[in-house]
T-cell receptor, first 112, second 110 residues
Framework: GQNIDQPTEMTATEGAIVQINCTYQ??????LFWYQQHAGEAPTFLSY????GLEEKGRFSSFLSRSKGYSYLLLKELQMKDSASYLC?????????????FGPGTRLSVLP | DVKVTQSSRYLVKRTGEKVFLECVQD?????MFWYRQDPGLGLRLIYF???????EKGDIPEGYSVSREKKERFSLILESASTNQTSMYLC?????????FGQGTRLTVV
């Protein structure tokens, strides 16, 4: 994941809004993905952006700007169960065909 | 729902042992991947496969090999386990829109 950057840790309060940023560099961009991973569990898919703009799915939204190599995941009305790591991943066809390249992940702690 | 099953949740092996990690998917996905996940490093790709008997190296293939004899099964092999291969290993399969992960195998090499 050396071409993908995310903050290592974030803390927010229950009920608040938090934005997790992701910047990337690729030669053959073909989609950006966000995954959620609770401690000790497998990553689960949250969202997928291939065109610029905002994709909304319930309390979670994801934004993409391809020209800036930038995405964010927005979590609204935070709940304690949202405490997890959030992984940004890019499909880079110039590197590995349909492979997903993952960032280091952002560990989010939601406090009461 | 797609199901990806890894043969073991926890595994302890001795240095120098040959280790097999098995992964089976119940959907018809061509693409299968093996990652390892370490604190601060995220998921790193070891090997992937686009079809039966086809394999490609990822970012960190050294010390590993893979086997894909059937479409639904993708095996990761540690030829001679070493302590620096202690890690969480995640298998995934996927199409165009997303990847589906197995529950992971936490391997400890002593």
């Amino acid at each position: 994941g050396q071409n993908i950057d995310q903050p290592t840790e974030m803390t927010a309060t229950e009920g608040a809004i938090v934005q997790i940023n992701c910047t990337y560099q690729t030669s053959g961009f073909n989609g950006l993905f966000w995954y959620q991973q609770h401690a000790g569990e497998a990553p689960t898919f949250l969202s997928y952006n291939v065109l610029d703009g905002l994709e909304e799915k319930g309390r979670f939204s994801s934004f993409l700007s391809r020209s800036k190599g930038y995405s964010y995941l927005l979590l609204k009305e935070l709940q304690m169960k949202d405490s997890a790591s959030y992984l940004c991943a890019v499909r880079d066809t110039a590197r590995y065909g349909q492979n997903f390249v993952f960032g280091p992940g952002t560990r989010l702690s939601v406090l009461p | 729902d797609v199901k990806v099953t890894q043969s073991s949740r926890y595994l302890v092996k001795r240095t120098g042992e040959k280790v097999f990690l098995e992964c089976v998917q119940d959907m018809d996905h061509e693409n299968m991947f093996w990652y390892r996940q370490d604190p601060g490093l995220g998921l790193r790709l070891i090997y992937f496969s686009y079809d039966v008997k086809m394999k490609e190296k990822g970012d960190i293939p050294e010390g590993y090999s893979v086997s894909r004899e059937k479409k639904e099964r993708f095996s990761l092999i540690l030829e001679s386990a070493s302590t620096n291969q202690t890690s969480m290993y995640l298998c995934a399969c996927g199409g165009w829109a997303e990847a589906f992960f197995g529950q992971g195998t936490r391997l400890t090499v002593v």
